[in-house]
């Protein structure tokens, strides 16, 4: 048989056909199925998981039908422990169905920092070291030294404290400081109208301490307490009084704004009959 005649055969085109027919049916097959298997076109906005806990999220991955991974935990203070404080996608993101979220977690234990040295450094660069590790400068216990402002000692609860020793960040070190041999005295501040951070500050940056800090009975919430000013103090700041380094000054605080005028008005009062009389 000649080569046109087979060409020209119905049958070899027949099964050419067939074999086409059959090549476009799996294409389209292959693609729709493709289609189903990644839900192509659908997706949904990524609800906001942050601020819930793993037990709050878990109904709500659940029903968007979705899954999640914990891939880390962070120490962020101002935040509730456990609670979700990042999330990858974003929320609001749309996403496919069985799409896995990685979640970034507030740890639910508290940050711990090794106690650096201390000793032997001034208390000026003390204040700043203890700072750097997130610890805050705690009572300044003086003692005699032939050093002056110079640390001796650091304590935690009344116990000396080692080095390296872990606590919770925010912590308070108490620091035993070198006063000389002479009895140097400090003239003692105004704290009047201070929250009682900023008053620990200032007694501190002239080497005094808080003593007892007595609230008022209309202070009952942590947040009344932290909007709490002193109205009183004991010593009072008086022109000529001093006190020596180490001493405290015990505080009274309150809300009352109506303390502060009357506290001015006696003050005013007490400071005309010093100079007239």
Request: cysteine-free; overall charge neutral; glycine content about 6%.
């Amino acid at each position: 048989m000649s080569r046109w005649k087979i060409l020209l055969n119905k049958s070899i085109w027949k099964h050419v056909g067939i074999i086409v027919g059959a090549a476009i049916v799996l294409l389209i097959s292959i693609f729709l199925s493709l289609q189903f298997y990644t839900l192509h076109g659908k997706s949904d906005p990524l609800p906001d998981l942050t601020g819930l806990t793993e037990a709050q999220l878990q109904h709500l991955i659940k029903s968007k039908k979705l899954r999640y991974t914990i891939i880390d935990s962070v120490h962020i203070d101002h935040a509730p422990r456990g609670v979700v404080f990042e999330q990858v996608p974003r929320a609001g993101e749309h996403v496919k169905k069985n799409r896995n979220v990685f979640l970034t977690i507030n740890a639910w234990t508290e940050e711990k920092v090794a106690v650096p040295n201390l000793t032997d450094y001034s208390l000026r660069n003390a204040k700043v070291i203890l700072e750097s590790f997130g610890l805050k400068v705690g009572e300044l216990i003086y003692i005699p030294s032939e050093y002056t402002n110079l640390v001796l000692g650091q304590h935690l609860d009344g116990r000396p404290v080692a080095p390296g020793f872990l606590v919770t960040k925010g912590t308070s070190i108490d620091l035993l400081i070198g006063r000389g041999l002479s009895n140097e005295t400090t003239a003692v501040p105004d704290l009047i109208g201070l929250k009682l951070e900023a008053a620990q500050r200032v007694a501190r940056s002239v080497y005094l301490n808080i003593g007892a800090v007595i609230y008022a009975d209309t202070i009952a919430t942590r947040t009344d307490s932290l909007n709490a000013f002193v109205w009183r103090q004991s010593p009072a700041s008086r022109k000529g009084y001093m006190l020596q380094l180490g001493a405290s000054i015990d505080v009274w605080l309150s809300t009352d704004e109506s303390l502060l005028i009357q506290k001015q008005e006696t003050q005013e009062e007490d400071d005309y009959r010093d100079e007239f009389f």
